[in-house]
């Protein structure tokens, strides 16, 4: 314990940069591989295992449904950003590449042919959005990852032909869409069509390889209304088997949300209801109770004063049901400081009631639902201070318990060619699982030129660790710093350090992350007269290329290059 309290003020004493500098990440959705906050551990593009220090549980933040995430995609039992299908928002044309250092771009100058690693096809991505015609706006956006993609053998057996909108490096995911919108002051609609080649990662440890030809998503935001509508035409296949299977699926949501007027009040309200509906034919390795799920859902603010607030979400249909809900205190103080107190809970049958509820692997069934029900009870304090015109700190403290855990319970591990999958059933541990977590924070700037900021955090839990898909790193330290000079070139940079995490549930031994150093940074120059950036990311400088999760890709060292022109 005394090492660990060492480590921690060692930690404490060195932390001397910035944690929310903008390091450009390789693409929207991938914020996860330079977030300090917490432990992200990325086996892909499409899956990592994401957790926030004070997100309190021992969940993977992406498997909780919330009504923010309606625009988000549900990868297998995942609610993910990538593959982003959100129009960019600025009329602007954009061109964005990069490589894994070691790639033959930069071999064929360095090595001899005989001592070249495999080729790795660099990130991809091109697109456009047109200026404003009497309303009406173009897009089309071209992008694909083959980041973490070292494991292409495998891949390659389960689908002989290219699968990729271009190249042959089977990407973990390429996609591809054009689309028409209209937007004015009373609504916003887009409608987008496109293809796209992805690799799901399930809960048995395999990796699916799923074609969408095609997608279509459409979008309408009006009044106060938000809809959301998708028709996807999946084809899976595994050649090495020689299984095919099918997916007609429809899936969207409609949210309601009280007025400008409303909003002003004491409550708040809105409602909302998600659907799927699936048909399938073949083998899809997947199965939805029924074929459909309906998840209706209702929010509601209550704020009694500005100081006090209770929010609830709450959703419940034939099957599942899922509430979260908080209550908040800012606690009367000087003018610069703010003394928050807090409480939240989620309890539920499942974490995300609308993800499929069946996953079939040799023959066997595995239940994607558990019984019982799961209780995460969580208070929070949060102390922030501005001493002066450039300097303020900040720290949060809190403590949680969860009862009745989502985990795996394993009933034995086979080969998958040259990995390792496992059966079994999702289950809980039913009994009492505790935490404290501490975090420390410093600002620093100087007007718009520099920005600076210092984090520091630790976790301890108590309970059947053994069982934990993951157990969490125990503490981190970031330091991060932004420089903007004439207003037209920044340079944003993190270092940080996270300390070892364990997969426990995925392998026949558990797999341990080693904890390491990591820099990231972007250097960008604007020329705003003529709307143009240019902006180069390198990721990952410092930490070793190790894998992160099990089954998956080597974290890598890369360069990402990004041009844009704005309207």
């Not at 057996?157 to 996609?175: D, H, I, Q, R, V």
């Not at 034995?412 to 059933?425: C, I, L, P, Q, S």
């Not at 125990?474 to 270092?495: G, M, P, Q």
């Not at 426990?504 to 003529?530: A, C, I, M, Y």
Request: with cysteine; glycine share 8%.
């Amino acid at each position: 314990m005394n090492s660990f309290v060492n480590k921690i003020i060692s930690a404490l004493a060195i932390a001397t940069t910035s944690v929310f500098a903008s390091v450009d990440p390789e693409m929207e959705g991938m914020e996860v591989v330079s977030r300090d906050d917490g432990t992200f551990l990325v086996g892909s593009p499409t899956f990592y295992f994401d957790r926030p220090i004070g997100a309190g549980g021992i969940h993977s933040e992406s498997e909780l449904w919330t009504p923010r995430k309606l625009h988000y995609r549900l990868l297998f039992n995942r609610m993910s950003v990538l593959p982003s299908w959100n129009p960019i928002e600025t009329p602007s044309i954009w061109m964005k590449t990069g490589n894994e250092l070691g790639d033959m771009i930069y071999q064929d100058f360095l090595t001899d042919a005989a001592d070249r690693p495999d080729n790795r096809t660099p990130i991809l991505e091109g697109g456009f959005r047109t200026p404003l015609f009497h309303g009406f706006w173009a897009t089309a956006r071209m992008f694909q990852d083959d980041h973490y993609c070292n494991f292409r053998g495998y891949r390659v057996a389960k689908t002989k032909e290219s699968f990729s909108l271009f190249g042959e490096n089977w990407p973990l995911f390429s996609s591809g869409y054009g689309g028409l919108g209209y937007t004015n002051d009373f609504i916003n609609a887009s409608v987008l069509a496109g293809m796209e080649y992805i690799w799901l990662f399930t809960e048995t440890s395999r990796w699916i390889p799923v074609l969408y030809k095609p997608r279509v998503e459409a979008r309408a935001d009006f009044w106060n209304f938000s809809t959301t509508l998708v028709y996807e035409n999946a084809e899976y296949r595994d050649d090495s088997k020689k299984e095919q299977g099918e997916r007609h699926e429809v899936n969207g949501s409609i949210v309601y949300s009280c007025g400008e007027k409303c909003r002003q009040g004491m409550l708040q309200l809105s409602a909302g209801l998600a659907f799927r509906f699936l048909d399938d034919d073949g083998t899809v390795y997947t199965g939805l109770k029924n074929d459909r799920v309906l998840w209706p859902f209702l929010e509601m603010r209550f704020k009694p004063m500005s100081q006090l607030k209770f929010d609830v979400m709450f959703g419940v249909n034939d099957r599942d049901w899922l509430v979260q809900d908080s209550i908040e205190y800012q606690v009367p103080a000087l003018e610069k400081m703010n003394i928050t107190v807090g409480a939240k809970n989620i309890s539920g049958t499942r974490l995300n009631p609308i993800a499929d509820t069946y996953e079939f692997f040799d023959g066997d069934t595995v239940s994607l639902t558990a019984d019982g029900r799961m209780n995460l009870l969580q208070g929070y304090v949060r102390f922030e201070d501005t001493l002066s015109t450039f300097l303020s700190f900040g720290l949060q403290g809190s403590f949680w318990a969860e009862h009745g855990a989502e985990t795996f319970d394993v009933k034995k591990f086979v080969d998958d060619g040259d990995f390792t999958a496992r059966h079994g059933d999702v289950g809980r541990i039913n009994s009492w699982i505790k935490g404290v977590t501490g975090e420390f924070w410093l600002n620093l700037w100087f007007k718009e030129m520099f920005k600076f900021t210092a984090l520091t955090g630790f976790e301890r839990i108590d309970g059947k660790q053994k069982r934990f898909e993951v157990n969490p790193s125990e503490f981190f330290v970031a330091f991060n710093a932004d420089w903007l000079i004439k207003r037209s070139f920044r340079i944003s940079h993190s270092i940080r350090y996270r300390s070892d995490a364990e997969w426990n549930l995925r392998s026949r031994d558990p797999l341990v992350v080693k904890g390491d150093w990591f820099w990231d940074v972007t250097f960008e120059q604007r020329f705003p007269k003529h709307g143009i950036s240019l902006a180069g990311t390198l990721i990952q400088v410092l930490g070793d290329e190790v894998i992160e999760t099990p089954n998956g890709g080597y974290s890598r060292f890369r360069f990402v290059c990004t041009a844009k022109k704005a309207f």
